[in-house]
Each structure stands twice: as C-alpha cells, then as structure tokens.
C-alpha cells in the first residue's frame, strides 16, 4: 500500500529525534544533498555501514559463499517473503577522490542510473518498473555501495541490469550537467543550513587537507569544475572486486547466488585493496562561532577517537552509551534535556572511519542557552573521563546493548545491511554470536581505562552555527564561553 | 500488463476487540524473536480546543515522565534495561506510543503501557522543562528552516476551518502558554481503552497476544468520548496564493496543493487519486519528472503525491524547483499546462497499469519492515479503515480504470480548491552563491 505508506509518513512529530528525511512531509530532495554530519541513528550503531543487526543462532543462518569466479558473499536464505534483498559495498568512496575533484565519486555514483549499455535513463529506470525491481547507488566517505531489491522471481534480471549498469555507464554530457545543477542546488541549500555548515566546518577544521575534510558531494568550486574525464577516472578508481564486499538475504539459494553473482560482476576489474594508513587529525581543541540569523544554534563537537580495530572498541561503545549514545537514558539527555530543557537532541558517538577514528556529539539549544549547553557537555565529557561508570551504570548498558542487539535483525534489509558491515570491517563470520560476550566481558576498569584514554574534555573542538549568546570563537572552549 | 505477482505474499494478520473497546491487530513475522507493541489514541493535533495547540504533542512527551506507580524518568530505562527501544509520535488524527523488544518481554511492556493508559504522573517541575524541550524540537524542525516555516503557513491557508490547517506542534505563542491542566485535561478525555488501538507486530501468535492483553488492557474501564470538534471545511471558492520572501532560502520551490477527499471520507476518488499520484510522480519515468526535468529542462526536481491517509480530508500536491533562469511563474505556467493536458487528453491504459502493478509490489516490499507494518496498520485503524479495507486494498485498486482517475483528476484538480505556494530567496542574492 504504498500510497497509504507515503502519505502516512509525513506529518508526526515524536518523543525523540528521527532522521531527518522523516520529517518533512513529501519534501523531495535530490538524492546528492550533502550529508555533512552522520545521523544519530546510524553513527550510534556499532558496525559502520550497518544500521541494525540479528540473533538468535545466526552466525550459522550466515553462509559464506565463494564463487567459481573467486568471488566471496555472505548469504542468509530466507524464504518467508519473496523477495532478495542484496546490499554491496566497494570500499572507498569519496576518500578515493583526488585533490581539487572533490565530489567527483559522488557525481559518478549519481550518474550511473543515467543511463548504460542500450539505455538512456528512461529505459533503465523502465526495465527495473517492468520486473517492480530497485537498484540504488550511494556513495559515503569511506565506500561506494549498490543497494538491490527484486523479486524473487526477477532476481536474475535485475542484476542483469545492476551488471550493464556497473559495466557500461555512459556518463552523457547531458546527464552530466543535468545532475551537476542537481548536486549544486544540494550544495548551495547546505550552505543555509545550520546542521550542514556545522558538519562542513568541524570537518574542514579536524582534517585540513586530507579528503575527509571535505563533504562526500564536494564543494561547489569542484563540482562546477568537474569534467567527464575526471567522472570516468572517479569511476574507474571506485569499483573493484577487490574492495567489494556482498550481503545478500532472502529468498534465494547459493548456488543460484553463486552464479549470478559471478554473471553479475565477472567482468568489473579486479583494482587493489586500498591503504588503510591513519591520516592526520587535529589534536588541539577550540571553539568556531558561525554567524547566521536563527533562533537556534546547532552545534557540533568531538576530538579524535579510535578505530574499528582497535581493542578498546567495545568497551568505548559501552561507555558511549551512557554519555550520549541512549537515546532519552543517557547522561547528556539526562543533564541537558530532562533536568535543563536546554535541548531536544543532545548526544555523542563513535565514528570509526577508515582512516580516522573521531569521536563526536552535537546538540542544538537556543541562542540565549548555548553556552550553558556547551558547559554542560564539558562538565559530562570531564565527569566521565574522571570516573566512568557507575556499576549500575554498566550493568543497565550491557542489559540495553545485549538485549537490543537483536532489534538488528528483524528485516532483510537490516540484515544485508549487516553483513556488509561486518565484512567491511574485517569482523569475523561468527561476530553476531560473540559479540554479546565481549559486551559482557568489559568491566568498570575497562571503561574507566578507555574513559580516560578517549574522552579529552580539555580538547573539544566546537562549531556553533547560529547566533549565539555570551560565546565567542576562542583557541578552548573554556575560553569562549561567557565571551 | 499483468497484475500478476508471486503468491504466498499475504501478510498474516487477525484481530480482537476487547469487552471495553480497545481494539487489537496482530501481525505475524516469525523471521526474528521480536515483537514490536504500539498503542494508538485515536485524537491528535485536530483534536485540541481552541487555543491550546500542541497540546496532543506536548501531552505525548510527558507521558514518559512516570505513573503511579513508576518513577519519574524510569519509564524509558526499563524498556532499554531489557534490551528495547521505545518511542512516540504525534500526528493529526492519532497519537502513538511503542516499544521494541525481545518477544519474551511483550507482557512488560503491555505492563507498562496500560499502566499509563489511566495512571501517568506528571509532575509540576516536569512541566517547564518539558515545554523548552518542545520549543527547541519546534526551532528545529521549523523555525530554524525556511521551509519549514512556509509549510505551516501553506497548509493554514489549505484548510479554512478545519484543524488540520494547525501545525502538529503547535504555534509558538501557544505551546508557550499550555500548562500541566491542561495536559491532564486532555489525557483524561482522550486516553482510555475505547479509544486506543492495540498493535503487535512480530514472533507471536494471536493466542498469545489475547491472553496478555486480557490480563493488561482489559481491565481498565472506557469512558465517555467528546464529541468530534474539528470544524466543517465550507466550499473552497478562491484559489489562494502565498509568496515567502527569505534570506535563509537557497533554492526556490514551488508548492501547488488541492484539497481532496481522504481514504476514508470517499475511499473510491482517494484511490484513484493515489494512482495519479503515480502517474505523473513515481519515478523518473512518469509525467513530471521527464517532462519537467527532461524534455523542457525547467526543473531541478518536480513531483506530485497524494496524501489521503487522513479522518477527515486529504491533498493532492505538485512541487517543483526551477532551474537556472527559469521562474517560478514560468514553471508554474508548464505544471499548469501539464494538469491542462492531462485533463483533457486523460491517462493511459499503460500508466494505469504500470502505476497499480507498482502499488501492490510496494505492498511485499512493505512486509520486510515489521516496525512499518505495524505503522501501516496503526495508522489505518486509528483514522477510521477497517481490516477489510486494508485486506481489500487490492481488489479496490484493481477495480480503478483510467476513467475513474480521470474523474477524479477532474473533481479535484480545479483552480478554487487550490493552494500555490512560491518559496524564494530574496531577488538581489541570485547568483551570489559562489
């Protein structure tokens, strides 16, 4: 009932914040507006990429298949919907721009449903309406990724299609300036938005001239400046089966996955796996203060964090969780929204990307009580740097985080989401059973020890967008407030 | 082209009603052991007396401050103690409450949630702090975003008497003014069994979902509901037009909306209308996009939908953003010779078919989330449809012919039911976004 669905979308308002393409009713945005800071409800997940994840017995519902091609994919067979669901994931994405292309991976991700092989655009999209299929095509910091959803008994035809798309995108110049005007328009409504600006400028600061400081959509100097040549180049640097990783679920077995999936991508070059060498992120803290005329200030913050890899993941997951990670339990909603109503949304996350762990917060408080938000956050981020958790505190989290792990799993889509996740992030097939027991595992010295390690209260970097009272730009924090 | 689809597609759902009225949907999904359990109030923004909007709004954050015999601020931690997530939302002809859980934990949060059925308590320092909450929600969602703003003041100029011309939050100076009487005063008129609707999605049977309702929800007494206070909406004679001028504007945009019948006031012209919606907006192969963004290459973006899931009425909506030098008047002139054509020319057999066989693929689609399913249902239930209309939703959308759609295409799509809205930036900033 997709009529019913869209119209029922729109209008509600809620206790806590959703995404923001939730709330706006039929608002249609070009697919390549900029999304400068990650959403609270993907950034808080554990695994990068996936949003959600299962339980159950699962690791041995996961089948790891490896094709005659030399191709490897994760598979989960469920039959209860007719449907396939298959999520792939090329590792890469922006960070693989060139200096001064900025924008260029995102352009080419934008322009591969513009037509390929035999097919204009009109065509493309037309075939997929044929067979009620979908292929998406998104590209983020750290990877390009193809989202597929089909039928069952279309599935071979729809990747038929994903494989002329992948292999034969025309990029037309007309398809080039169509789209470009489209990324512009994104660009230049990022620039009036206060969210957006924040992200933009706490990201320039944090990274200088490592492609992490600029938005995955580039700058509108780029992007104006971006040539087919450079669309191509983009797109030859994007797509290997080296740096693919595949999750499929749903109603498909694997010898049918096994040979699709060679039919489907044989031909893609194979390219090489890519450096993962740390890039340099601003150690020193500081307060920006953007001027723009609104009634509310946003904000972002955070100072460098740590890696997927590193051993102290999840014992800083655990206590992120209860500095800001909880949603309407954690520590900075407790002290600034519930006791202050500073705040509808206040929090804080871990986000690991290849090259540079951060770790980073947001709120957004009216003018007049910005800087009694921010003091606030300091307070909580030194409160826990200090002293970590209480055992109760602990406790509570390892019963939300074991209990709720497995709400990330109720869908195929959650699934698929997973499996590419997880095999991005090097995590072994059998994680979604061990996982649990590593939550379990960490003990209140373990938190205090990463507590002390991560948290620097001292070195915040802050950028505030807005006009807000009694703070001013300042080399600390402290410094800028009551400026 | 054939509507013919996989079979053993149909979600498994059934139903109950309980000795006090609440109603009760389950929906079967055994693929994960979760459950997810939403109670809906049939009352919401168009539901509040006269100067007190956000009141339904406000109302729903504060039923998280505690009960009886819950703490103050323990509501919440419970549910994520046992590993869930909980949440509410606000709309105009409903308000609902949820959790997500691990399936064994559906009698505690049934628990919980009949508990603040009948039992909330809000404290008076509650009330202050709570209220900047949804002033702050406020500023980011509206105030701090032009569009935001402008999307107020068209749907005001939509509707001329009824309360769906009200914000779902709430104007300002009035959300500024609510207090904790009147909070309770709406929570004792509006929540009670015989006005909720029970929905569990997930790894259960219904067996297991009466026999914990019965031991949770039946118990609570229903109530003597007030009568319906909305507003009749008088015939729209005067086509209506708004300009908003806005520095913080970046992009202009333009809105064209007309007010239409809603799913349940006249379920045959609404569905037509969701299949126009189709044709001319449900992907880059129908009508405005190729025609706009294609072939005339005057628009960044433009599109159409319905939106009829509503008691009382629905609206049919264009928007679309000009390109380069192009004007809003300019494109405005080609949507309006777009609707001009479509209304003398009509649809084809094709567009129709093509628009339902994506419909009812949306449907399977749809049963992967078992959160929007149970949405779907909840929503439905709440704004007055009944199962059948939802198992029937089909058949009915089978049943459409182009002539149905054009009918209703020609009822609604006229100038004195309409809205048309010019979002823009100021003249002098054009060209200075380098």
Redesign the interface.
Known sequence: ????????A????????LPVSA??????T?TEVPQETPKETTTAEEVPAAQET???TASSRIQEIATPGGLTAWLVE?H????V?VQIQFDGGARVDEPGKEGAVNLATALIEEGAGDMD??DF??RL??I?SSIGFGASRDSFSVSV?S???NIAETMDLLRIALTDPLFTDEAIE?VR??IL?GL???????QSLAGKQWYAAMFGDASYATPVSGS??TVTALTRDDVLAAYDRMVATARMKIGVVGDIDAQTLAALLDDTFGTLAEGETLDKTPVTVRETGGLVVIE?????S?VVLGHRGILRDDPDYIPAYVMNYVLGG????SRLT?EV?????????VYSYLYPLDRAGLYMGGV???NERVAESLELIQQEWARMADGGLTAEELE?AK??L??????R?????KIASFLVGAQSADLPIDYIDTRNGEVEAVTLEDVARVAERLLQPENLFVVVVGKPENLKSADTLADGIGG | MALALPAGAEPVVSDFTLDNGMRAVVIEDHRAPVVTHMVWYRVGSADEPPGKTGIAHYLEHLMFKGTDTIAPGQFSKIIAENGGQDNAFTSRDYTAYFQRIAKDRLGLVMSMEADRMRNVNIRQEDIVAERDVVIEERNSRTDNNPAGRFREQYMAALYLNHAYGIPVIGWREEIMALDRDDALEFYERFYAPNNAILIVAGDVTPDEVRALADEHYAPIESVDLPESVRGTEPPHLAARRLTMVDERVAQDSLWRGYLAPSYVTDGDTAAALGILSDVLSGGTTRRLPKMLTLETDLALYAGAYFSGMARDLGEFAFYAAPKGDTTLVELEGALDWMIADLLENGITEEELARAKKASIAAEIYAQDSQSSMARQYGAALAIGLELDDIQNWRDRLDAVTTEDVMDAARAILVPERSVTGFLMKPKTEEGADG
């Open positions: 009932m997709r009529t019913l669905t869209l119209a029922a729109g209008i509600a308002a809620c206790l806590i914040a709330q706006e009713t039929a608002t249609e070009p299962p339980q159950e469920e209860a919907i007719p449907i669901t655009n009109q999209a037309a309406d044929d009620n959803g039928l069952s008994e169509r005007e489209q328009s230049r409504s990022a620039k009036k938005n206060p509108i100097e723009e005329d609104v009634p509310q946003s909880g949603g309407l339990t407790d929204r519930e006791k202050k109503g500073l705040a509808y949304s957004a408080t009216a509570g019963k939300y074991t209990g709720a792990f497995a709400l799993f109720d869908s195929n889509a």
